[in-house]
């Protein structure tokens, strides 16, 4: 018989308790037991800024839950560039690959908590669970509807539109109540996944700062001044 006690009642010494997005992701579907269960196969740990978590070609080995920070996914091409393929943000988890190997590389962006798991040991957890099974495969068809969307923003928009458009994700991602972004990526980091020059993306920003659309204040903290505005520049309705 499955416990009465759900993860948002969970007591205070339960090792999750503490934890601000559980019930973000897949871990609301588990009961106070199955959580504590789980939660034993990973511990939490801490990774400082810009470090790896596994690199591209390395054997697929560990899975993360991302509890706060934020980290990115990329590709080297053969030519030597590089394809930021996409960032993760508190809830998001990573590391599960189709095959043996990684296909990407993941790295931090900032100093970042999250959950770590052996692949094996997780696999195993979900298996035995179908309401877990299925909000991982709920997650894993958004994750395929936003690279659907980066396809579009790659192939059919140009530099502003691609910036618009990124804005208007981070803002529903991580942005505040006051229409504020704290942006942990750089502008690098941007062109690599909007598929332009660095160059490119700091001018598309001075662009909405002199058009009064956005404001950019310190700690790389972006203000959406005119959300409309912005809305209408992704979209392409403002040719």
Known sequence: MRSVLAAAELPVDHPCAACDIRLRTFCKTLTAEELRRFKADGPTVTVGARQPLFHEGDPAELVFNLISGSA????????????????????DFLGVAAGDEHAFTAETLEASEMCRF???RFEAFIE?????????????????????????????????????????????????AAD??????????????????????????TAFKSAGTIRLLAGDVVEILDGARLETIASGASH
């Open 180 to 205: 504020r972004i704290a942006l942990p990526m750089n502008r690098t980091d941007i062109a690599d996944y909007l598929g332009l020059t660095k160059e490119t993306v700091s001018r598309a920003f």
């Open 118 to 120: 052996p692949r094996h």
């Open 72 to 91: 990115k996914l990329y590709k080297l091409l053969p030519d030597g560039r590089r394809q930021v393929t996409g960032f993760l943000f508190p809830g």
């Open 128 to 176: 035995a669970r179908p309401p877990m099974k299925r909000e991982l495969y709920r997650m894993a068809m958004h994750e395929l509807a936003a690279a659907r969307q980066q396809m579009v923003l790659l192939g059919r928009k140009n530099a502003p539109e691609r910036l618009a458009s990124f804005l208007l994700l981070l803002l529903g991602r991580i942005g505040d």
